[in-house]
């Protein structure tokens, strides 16, 4: 992935800040203030793998190179990576299922529930993709968008995501 930031502002190698910000969020973080925590609480294990140059970034530095990063490529080649770390077994259950994010929902600030279409591989344990459901949507229209990202050969298919 290229790194949007100007040459000046590199303090911290984009690779470092996405590695710490996966294991911080694998880890429940939910804010830039706790992937900063979570990766100072864990710098001594970062140091045997990651650069660290500079230390670890802070929760401005997250905050600014997330604003900046193409999420849409961030999240192909997330997508494409944990294709590669989990291989499926031939005959792997997959379960695609539609949901409302806890906590999303802002009436007062006139902000409707976010949903998504997640593919969650049962016996692996992990998400493969999961895709926003467009506004005035549902998540019928949403599963074919997913099922373009994830490769699905061999698998058994389950889908649970049927809202009208």
Do not use: Y
């Not at 970062?46 to 604003?67: K, Q």
């Amino acid at each position: 992935m290229d790194d949007p930031r100007r040459e000046h502002q590199k303090f911290h190698s984009l690779f470092d800040i996405l590695v710490i910000s996966i294991c911080a969020v694998i880890c429940r973080a939910e804010h830039w203030t706790e992937m900063e925590e979570f990766g100072e609480a864990k710098q001594e294990w970062f140091a045997d793998f990651l650069e660290l140059e500079n230390g670890i970034p802070s929760h401005d530095t997250f905050r600014r190179v997330f604003i900046l990063l193409d999420n849409i490529e961030l999240k192909r080649l997330f997508v494409e990576w944990i294709g590669a770390v989990v291989s499926l077994s031939k005959g792997a259950l997959v379960n695609i299922d539609g949901k409302n994010l806890c906590g999303s929902k802002e009436p007062s600030k006139g902000k409707k529930a976010l949903n998504v279409v997640s593919a969650w591989a049962s016996e692996a344990s992990v998400v493969l993709g999961q895709v926003k459901c467009q506004e005035k949507s549902n998540e019928i229209t949403a599963i074919p968008e997913l099922l373009k990202i994830i490769d699905l050969e061999g698998c058994i298919v389950t889908i649970d995501a049927i809202a009208a």
